[in-house]
């Protein structure tokens, strides 16, 4: 259940269910999409990775308490056709406990990636239906150990999963040579940048390091959402190529000389795990990134990406950053020693593993125990 699209951005649910598809069937139930007119359905479509991709759609208009229904109504047709019976239960949103909390489950899972009530647009009622999917689950994991950190003492079966790697995808970005078309013809030194764009940005930060070196260029990659477009710094040096796949990436990183994360320093931002990360490092990029609390930890203090906020700071980490990438290269050992102790393959067994064992668990809790039968011996006066 989740509050992401599949085919938005790839990132930590596409890298994990695409794995757990290999072996099991896997229903990613996303929010309905509202259109005109009466008509409500439930749209299914199989991926090439194996997860089938269920979408409600619902008429525009309705009231929350319709939309929930319809939405139960859709689930049990869903698990009805395709007979689902006793499912891991998956969420990514606390909100989609409004329309499964009568399902029936082998293990529920919580795989709370960031602190979605401090997200722009949260629904009020999210930490609600949160507070009761802890009470409801059997697991829950984080996307970073900060957010464990804050959610650890709310669950007796919480597990850090930081942000993982593809370690051999990004790797090819080494060895990389030309640059896609709409790259091609901006010139070094290039900072780059993918992700979504959206609050978490720090925008006159970006400004900030475009005015201070107007000769170097900022590459910024991907979708625009929850800000208005028009409100991103615009100068001749600040290049903004889209949305690209995932497959595309490297091509992108490869004709970068430094990685940037811009993040703002704020409650949306506060317990963030960046996967692009170990992304960029993989990539054979240097990076510099705020002081979001899971870069410092443990890639800022370990050496491995230069820390600054403002821009001036930014601009002398920079600098050191492109030194860096040209004359060290212990600092490349150090990151592919570092790499090499995580992937999304490691990741995903480990928590397959915590899974198997909570269902077995809850399979002996279940099974109804031997009656004692105790006899009482009577004596005749």
Excluded at 26 to 39: Q, R, S
Excluded at 77 to 86: R, T
Aim: one cysteine or more.
């Amino acid at each position: 259940m989740s509050h992401l699209r599949w085919d938005f951005v790839y990132q930590r649910p596409q890298h994990l269910l695409s794995r757990c598809a290999q072996g099991r069937r896997v229903f990613f139930v996303e929010e309905p999409i509202f259109e005109a007119g009466d008509d409500w359905w439930l749209e299914v479509g199989k991926r090439e990775c194996g997860v089938s991709v269920v979408v409600p759609h619902l008429p525009s208009g309705l009231k929350a308490e319709m939309v929930t229904a319809m939405q139960q109504s859709l689930i049990d047709d869903l698990f009805a056709e395709y007979a689902i019976a006793n499912p891991i239960l998956w969420y990514y949103t606390p909100m989609a406990l409004a329309f499964t909390s009568h399902l029936q489950a082998a293990a529920v899972v919580y795989d709370c990636m960031d602190e979605l009530a401090a997200f722009k647009g949260a629904p009020p009622e999210l930490r609600e239906f949160e507070d009761q999917l802890f009470q409801r689950a059997n697991l829950v994991f984080t996307g970073g150990q900060s957010l464990y950190e804050a959610k650890r003492h709310q669950h007796p079966h919480a597990y850090a999963f930081p942000s993982s790697i593809e370690a051999e995808h990004f790797a090819q970005a080494r060895a990389i040579a030309t640059d896609p078309a709409d790259q091609a013809a901006i010139p070094h030194p290039r900072l780059g940048f993918y992700g979504v764009i959206d609050e978490r940005m720090n925008l006159d930060l970006i400004d900030g390091i475009a005015q201070a070196r107007p000769d170097w260029h900022l590459v910024i990659i991907g979708p625009v959402v929850k800000i208005d477009p028009e409100t991103l710094p615009r100068h001749p040096n600040i290049h903004y190529l889209g949305g690209k796949s995932y497959p595309e990436l490297p091509q992108y990183l490869a004709g970068w000389d430094v990685a940037m994360l811009p993040f703002a320093l704020n409650e949306s931002t506060r317990f963030i795990s960046p996967t692009k990360t170990p992304e960029y490092l993989a990539a054979g990029k240097p990076v510099v990134s705020t002081s979001i609390r899971d870069v410092v930890r443990p890639y800022g203090e370990q050496g491995l990406v230069h820390i600054a906020d403002t821009a001036s700071e930014f601009v002398t980490a920079t600098e050191a950053a492109m030194q860096q990438a040209q004359q060290d290269t212990e600092w490349r050992h150090q990151v592919d020693a570092f790499l090499a102790q995580t992937s999304w393959d490691k990741t995903w067994a480990a928590m397959l593993q915590l899974i198997e064992s909570a269902i077995a668990s809850k399979q002996v809790e279940s099974t109804p125990k031997p009656t004692a039968v105790l006899s009482e011996s009577v004596s005749s006066v």
